[in-house]
């Protein structure tokens, strides 16, 4: 059964940081790798997704990787803003007919002007 | 496209009522999904549909929790009877293949039950 792992759990950084958020995921055996942002009170709304034959996909400011040898995908936000505070989720789909996600417990980015 | 579409996205209930919460996907998806989400348990999957056909519904807690999906572009979630600990938010999700089976999200319904 595939688990989905993101630490820190929480995250505070000063606006114009650069960072690394963190995903593991313990089955390699994976069809996409999605990541998601969350706002308070709101949906998920998708950010990027990487294809199991792919490395990397990158829009904007947001560039997330995939390395499933070792079971890791990493999203990193250039020139962080305080916009971009919000919590961030990974998913992990399966090769099953409907490709469903397993999705990680989430990191809460604070952005501090 | 207007996106995933749920209704409604408020619902307040006594317990015991029943309860059913509805979802259009985006045309053309041909798989939908359908998660809860509470502070202490997270994202849970419920069950997904793989063109209108059930295919795994081990995430359904309980009897009282069923769901359809008659044709492509509706689905239901249906609690009866509802109870407090049902109190969450309930998105609806899809994808299909021409996307690379991205899901999609709804803007999720909010589930009060006293």
């Known amino acids: 059964k595939q688990e989905v792992t993101q630490i820190p759990a929480a995250l505070s950084v000063p606006e114009g940081e650069n960072l690394v958020l963190n995903c593991s995921f313990t089955d390699s055996a994976i069809y996409n790798l999605q990541w998601f942002r969350q706002d308070p009170g709101k949906g998920l709304t998708s950010l990027l997704l990487i294809q199991s034959s792919q ?7 947001l560039n997330a990787s995939l390395d499933k040898s070792s079971g890791r995908s990493t999203l990193y936000i250039a020139a ?8 961030y989720l990974c998913a992990a789909s399966t090769s099953g007919s409907a490709r469903q996600l397993t999705f990680g417990s989430g990191t809460q980015l604070t952005v501090l002007p | 496209d207007a996106g995933v579409i749920q209704s409604p996205r408020h619902e307040v209930t006594e317990m015991g009522q029943e309860v059913t919460l509805r979802c259009k996907p985006i045309s053309g998806h041909n798989s939908l999904f359908w998660y809860r989400q509470t502070m202490m348990r997270g994202l849970e999957l419920l069950i997904y549909f793989n063109n209108n056909v059930p295919i795994d519904d081990s995430g359904m807690p309980e009897d009282r929790f069923s769901a359809k999906m008659p044709n492509a572009s509706f689905s239901t979630l249906k609690i009866q009877p509802s109870e407090p600990r049902d109190s969450a938010v309930y998105f609806c999700a899809s994808s299909g293949q021409e996307t690379s089976y991205e899901q999609y999200f709804g803007p999720g319904t909010r589930l009060t039950v006293t």
Do not use: K, M, Y
Not at chain 1, 55 to 61: A, I, L, P, V
Not at chain 1, 80 to 87: E, H
């Open chain 1, 55 to 61: 490395r990397e996909q990158t829009s904007g400011r």
């Open chain 1, 80 to 87: 962080s803003q305080p916009g971009d505070s919000a919590t």
